[in-house]
T-cell receptor, first 113, second 113 residues
Framework: NAGVTQTPKFQVLKTGQSMTLQCAQD?????MYWYRQDPGMGLRLIYY???????DKGEVPNGYNVSRLNKREFSLRLESAAPSQTSVYFC????????????FGSGTRLTVV | GENVEQHPSTLSVQEGDSAVIKCTYS??????FPWYKQELGKRPQLIID?????GEKKDQRIAVTLNKTAKHFSLHITETQPEDSAVYFC????????????FGTGTKLQVIP
């Protein structure tokens, strides 16, 4: 049981390049989330998907787009990367209902130069 | 939206001593309060949670208390061990069909052998 799988683990981009971060969960969870983690700022929500077919903005959505491809997969796209997007990105999922805990992926360390 | 404040940002304790991390939240509708532990270079993992209908919850050496009136909750770790060294995040959310969690900024706990 893999849980939440994120790819890639590390990435270096040049300013203006685009890329997609992939996330997949095998726990049949309904909800999925993308967070970024910066020193001293904790985890900030970028986008979330409450259920398959829906997506909503979180606290810091500017410069990002998402796609909930199916129940398992939730991708995060940077269309034109900026140095301010250098961060560690975590995908997470939750079942919802009475099971409220998040399961996180292992993270993607992104550097934009 | 919800705002979660967490203190202290860093905490050093001697092995065997207790550690206490405190959080406050702003949205009185929040009713679910998880705590996550993140070891260096790893993903955050849920260690304990509490719902608003409970004042205290224990799990071996860790406990969480909740004061709904004052809108604050705390994590208590007793008999600390070196493996407790990590960053701890508190969070608050409104449980429902799905849940969107707001995290505190984290506390780096160092247990000195």
């Amino acid at each position: 049981n893999a849980g939440v799988t994120q790819t890639p683990k590390f990435q270096v981009l040049k300013t203006g390049q685009s890329m997609t971060l992939q996330c997949a969960q095998d726990m049949n969870h309904n909800s999925m989330y993308w967070y970024r983690q910066d020193p001293g700022m904790g985890l900030r929500l970028i986008y979330y998907s409450a259920s398959e077919g829906t997506t909503d903005k979180g606290e810091v959505p500017n410069g990002y787009n998402v796609s909930r491809l199916n129940k398992r997969e939730f991708s995060l796209r940077l269309e034109s990367a900026a140095p301010s997007q250098t961060s560690v990105y975590f995908c997470a999922s939750s079942e919802g209902g009475s099971d409220l805990g998040y399961t996180f992926g292992s993270g993607t360390r992104l550097t934009v130069v | 939206g919800e705002n979660v404040e967490q203190h202290p940002s860093t905490l050093s304790v001697q092995e065997g001593d207790s550690a206490v991390i405190k959080c406050t939240y702003s949205d009185s509708a929040s009713n679910y309060f998880p705590w996550y532990k993140q070891e260096l270079g790893k993903r955050p993992q849920l260690i304990i949670d509490i719902r608003s209908n409970v004042g205290e919850k224990k799990d071996q050496r860790i406990a969480v208390t909740l004061n709904k009136t004052a809108k604050h909750f705390s994590l208590h770790i007793t008999e600390t061990q070196p493996e407790d060294s990590a960053v701890y995040f508190c969070a608050a959310s409104i449980a429902g069909g799905y849940q969107k969690v707001t995290f505190g900024t984290g506390t780096k706990l160092q247990v000195i052998p």
